[in-house]
């Protein structure tokens, strides 16, 4: 059977005064990291969440690195980290010298909760990194806040995926001592790669700014009193993620109104859409769909893939992955939930007509 549309999982945004901007930056030869529109862009990030202070770096994985760096945590520490996430959360625990303590998720909707962080705690772990997964957000966070606030614990908020979800009206990334943005090709802000490290804590964001080039003293002074990193994000992507941003009310939109259609879709279906609580306000990022059945997923996704629409599968457990494997060690409601669901196409551009022809077929497994 020829499917009758092909349908990506994710396209990226064109905002109106993108080109525009990214030619002000060649004309003016400011190309690299120096010129106005990062300033812009780390501004119009602030306003919008309301985190006061933020740095751009190069992309979302060494913005994980550079927060665990400046927050100064005891050599060899370890960080419990839920082995439901994107590999980058644990990787960069790893690459700063640290030690991953794998904890469990919510087989519901594969947040973390606060049994499963102390579950995995004992007095050597002196950090936490919590990510907020397919824009969703724990409803446990302030209960979690407290936990580590009570055991002295720093607090990683990896927002790689939610930027626009709020819990209690306070957006990702206000909660923690510190957080990461990613601004990959496949976000609801892109940059192409590209990332953010945010706090309300100055100190944190002055260390990390230094840091990020070099730890040079000065500009143009080759003069470096500790070791740095060149994490920078380009002038040009900063001008791409400051136009994306002035059309966020445009993207979050239309995000929003693909997920109401394919939670009104699905009904009375085998199928349901992840949600995340009613404290939880997300912005889609990606629409994630949920066997009611067991079994049924591969199913759906042979039947997606025939219809010429691109699924993906939810996040393989990183405790389960050849580097950080160990024998007996297991995890049931993370095994359990990444079998689960398929992340459907959930880019801001899809028409009526796709959003349809996706539900159509949904209905048909």
Same mark, same amino acid.
């Given at each position: 059977?020829? &499917?009758?549309?092909?349908?990506?999982?994710?396209?990226?945004?064109?905002?109106?005064? !993108?080109?525009?901007?990214?030619?002000?930056?060649?004309?003016?030869?400011?190309?690299?990291?120096?010129?106005?529109?990062?300033?812009?862009?780390?501004?119009?990030?602030?306003?919008?969440?309301?985190?006061?202070? *933020?740095?751009?770096?190069?992309?979302?994985?060494?913005?994980?690195?550079?927060?665990?760096?400046?927050?100064?945590?005891?050599?060899?520490?370890?960080?419990?980290?839920?082995?439901?996430?994107?590999?980058?959360?644990?990787?960069?625990?790893?690459?700063?010298?640290?030690?991953?303590?794998?904890?469990?998720?919510?087989?519901?909707?594969? !947040?973390?909760?606060?049994?499963?962080?102390?579950?995995?705690?004992?007095?050597?772990?002196? *950090?936490?990194?919590?990510?907020?997964?397919?824009?969703?957000?724990?409803?446990?966070?302030?209960?979690?806040?407290?936990?580590? #606030?009570?055991?002295?614990?720093?607090?990683?908020?990896?927002? &790689?995926?939610?930027?626009?979800?709020?819990?209690?009206?306070?957006?990702?990334?206000?909660?923690?001592?510190?957080?990461?943005?990613?601004?990959?090709?496949?976000?609801?802000?892109?940059?192409?790669?590209?990332?953010?490290?945010?706090?309300?804590?100055?100190?944190?964001?002055?260390? &990390?700014?230094?840091?990020?080039?070099? *730890?040079?003293?000065?500009?143009?002074?080759?003069?470096?009193?500790?070791?740095?990193?060149?994490?920078?994000?380009?002038?040009?992507?900063?001008?791409?993620?400051?136009?994306?941003?002035?059309?966020?009310?445009?993207?979050?939109?239309?995000?929003?109104?693909?997920?109401? #259609?394919?939670?009104?879709?699905?009904?009375?279906?085998?199928?349901?859409?992840?949600?995340?609580?009613?404290?939880?306000?997300?912005?889609?990022?990606?629409?994630?769909?949920?066997?009611?059945? #067991?079994?049924?997923? !591969?199913?759906?996704?042979?039947?997606l893939e025939a219809c010429g629409i691109e699924t993906?599968?939810?996040?393989?457990?990183?405790?389960?992955?050849?580097?950080?494997?160990?024998?007996?060690?297991?995890?049931?409601?993370?095994?359990?939930?990444?079998?689960?669901?398929?992340?459907?196409?959930?880019?801001?551009?899809?028409?009526?007509?796709?959003?349809?022809?996706?539900?159509?077929?949904?209905?048909?497994?």
């Amino acid at each position: 059977m020829k &499917a009758e549309m092909q349908i990506p999982l994710y396209q990226p945004y064109k905002a109106k005064n !993108q080109l525009a901007y990214v030619t002000d930056c060649v004309e003016s030869n400011w190309i690299s990291s120096r010129g106005k529109y990062g300033r812009l862009f780390e501004e119009v990030f602030c306003k919008y969440t309301s985190i006061n202070y *933020a740095t751009t770096v190069a992309n979302g994985t060494v913005a994980l690195h550079l927060a665990l760096h400046v927050l100064e945590l005891p050599k060899n520490s370890k960080v419990i980290v839920p082995s439901f996430t994107y590999i980058a959360s644990v990787n960069a625990i790893v690459i700063s010298g640290m030690v991953p303590i794998f904890c469990d998720c919510d087989d519901t909707n594969g !947040q973390v909760t606060l049994k499963d962080i102390e579950t995995a705690y004992d007095s050597s772990v002196s *950090a936490v990194i919590i990510p907020h997964l397919y824009s969703g957000m724990s409803e446990d966070i302030e209960k979690i806040v407290l936990f580590c #606030r009570e055991k002295g614990l720093k607090i990683i908020e990896d927002c &790689a995926e939610s930027l626009g979800t709020r819990y209690k009206k306070q957006h990702s990334g206000c909660f923690g001592d510190i957080a990461t943005f990613s601004f990959f090709g496949n976000k609801t802000i892109t940059t192409g790669e590209g990332g953010m490290v945010a706090s309300n804590n100055p100190e944190l964001i002055a260390k &990390a700014e230094k840091l990020k080039s070099q *730890a040079v003293t000065a500009p143009g002074v080759y003069i470096h009193d500790e070791l740095g990193f060149n994490y920078r994000l380009t002038n040009i992507q900063s001008a791409i993620g400051y136009a994306q941003f002035e059309d966020f009310e445009v993207i979050e939109k239309k995000k929003r109104k693909i997920h109401k #259609r394919y939670v009104l879709g699905v009904e009375s279906t085998k199928f349901k859409m992840l949600t995340f609580g009613r404290d939880v306000s997300h912005c889609a990022w990606l629409n994630v769909i949920i066997e009611a059945e #067991r079994g049924l997923t !591969q199913k759906l996704k042979k039947k997606l893939e025939a219809c010429g629409i691109e699924t993906r599968p939810l996040f393989y457990p990183s405790h389960k992955m050849k580097m950080y494997e160990k024998d007996g060690f297991s995890l049931p409601k993370t095994e359990d939930f990444h079998k689960k669901g398929l992340c459907l196409p959930s880019f801001p551009g899809m028409t009526e007509e796709q959003i349809s022809y996706v539900v159509d077929c949904i209905r048909n497994v």
